[in-house]
């Protein structure tokens, strides 16, 4: 199936390709969340103290590392929605794997797995993406396509807010069934990307590795996705808990969570909207400002009102700010080697991920509370922030197909 658009009118495909991704995100998104939101549930089930409960978390981050430097490596040799088709399929099984686990050892595994698959489908949907809008709106069309997983996460908020989480298998059972239900439609109407087909597959391979680790841009986007996503996924897995710890009631945590991924979204939509019209420099020094100040709010905030701002500006620049890094890695690789740079810097990001949640659990052990832990995360911003000004110093040539 190929869908020509007034958007992208010479790039047919295009819709169909960023719908389908952003299809894809939505429910990646959902997955992401789930964890956080069925928290409670689980530790009740499992009886799981705080550290535990960071190992959950961190098991489904864990697997989204290896999950992107595979996914991007196989996608630049085997094709991107290959690739993509069996990630969605892998994190819908294991998603629903986890609402049956009977154990500690079989929910940690089945959050593995699931991690795994969702780590692969990452660098396809950015490089599927770039590649179907082209160099003008590459960083447009990656943001549209990302504000689906802020998205997903508030669809999961939403559960919590309606009350349906008191069974927390049912978020993961949602979670499973409706990607492995979306799979034949990403099998019949997804195009492989032109940019894949136009060359022979496995050409020019065999010296991507010092060609990827030689690009100065390579060290400093690892840098900022670091810590940048250290920061995001404690807010994803332990705002909900940490609110209920100052007094907030569940309902009220979700209602902050539903904020954050809201904001998420809408700054996801505008930060990408802003990097085809302001300096690089200055959406850089917008999106750390903002976190900056929004970990200060989360900290301090005394009253659901004000958490509830806390959390939307915490979304609109992390979760924004996490966009504007997936719309930037794009550029620096040319299509030979995007699927793998794209997925290595996503891993190593993922790297600070996993970090996020155990180190926010080993400090509440510790008796730091929750505003220790979300100020603690500011060096953490800054040295992100100094690594994406020294990348951005210049706005950067997007490299031809």
């Known amino acids: 199936m190929t869908i020509s658009s007034g958007v992208f009118p010479d790039h047919p495909g295009a819709s169909a390709t960023i719908a389908l991704c952003f299809l894809v995100a939505l429910l990646e998104g959902f997955d992401l969340q789930a964890a956080g939101i069925a928290a409670t549930g689980m530790a009740t089930a499992f009886s ?18 290896p999950g992107a430097f595979a996914g991007g490596w196989l996608a630049d040799r085997m094709g991107r929605k290959r690739v993509l088709i069996s990630s969605v399929a892998l994190f819908g099984l294991f998603s ?28 396809n949907l950015i490089a599927l993406t770039s590649e179907a809008a082209g160099m003008r709106l590459r960083g447009s069309a990656v943001s549209l396509m990302y504000c689906g ?8 908020a939403g559960l919590g807010i309606a009350g349906y989480t008191a069974s927390w298998q049912l978020v993961f059972q949602i979670g499973g069934v409706v990607p ?37 841009a390579t060290w400093l986007l690892w840098l900022s996705y670091f810590f940048t996503l250290m920061v995001v996924y404690i807010l994803i897995n332990w705002l909900p808990s940490l609110l209920v710890e100052q007094g907030f009631s569940s309902a009220d945590a979700s209602w902050v969570m539903l904020a954050l991924q809201m904001g998420a979204a809408i ?25 900056l100040g929004a970990l200060a709010g989360l900290g301090l905030a005394g009253d659901v009102s004000s958490m509830l701002v806390a959390g939307f500006v915490a979304g609109f620049f992390a979760t924004g700010g996490q966009g504007v890094l997936y719309a930037l890695a794009p550029w620096f690789y040319p299509s030979r080697m995007r699927a793998t740079g ?29 505003a220790g832990v979300l100020l603690a995360s500011a060096p953490g911003i800054v040295i992100a922030a100094l690594a994406l000004f020294r990348l951005v110093a210049r706005r950067p040539v997007q490299l031809p197909d």
């Open 267 to 291: 700054g996801t939509l505008t930060l990408g909207v802003l990097m085809e019209r302001l300096p690089a420099w200055a959406i850089a020094a917008l999106v750390y400002a903002g976190i």
């Open 342 to 370: 794209v997925g290595a810097a996503v891993a190593v990001g993922r790297l600070g991920a996993m970090s996020g949640p155990l180190v926010a659990g080993q400090m509440l052990a510790l008796g730091t509370g929750s």
């Open 96 to 123: 629903l794997a986890t609402a049956f686990a009977w154990d500690v050892s079989t929910l940690l595994i089945a959050r593995l797995l699931t991690g795994l698959g969702l780590g692969a489908a990452l660098p």
């Open 180 to 216: 492995l239900l979306i799979l034949p439609l990403l099998w019949m109407y997804l195009p492989e990307s032109t940019g894949f087909r136009a060359r022979s597959i496995g050409s020019n391979t065999a010296n991507l590795r010092s060609d990827l680790l030689g690009r100065s």
């Open 48 to 65: 799981l103290d705080k550290m535990q409960m960071g190992w959950v978390f961190s098991a489904g981050i864990l697997g989204l590392l």
């Open 149 to 156: 997983v802020p998205l997903g996460a508030a669809m999961g």
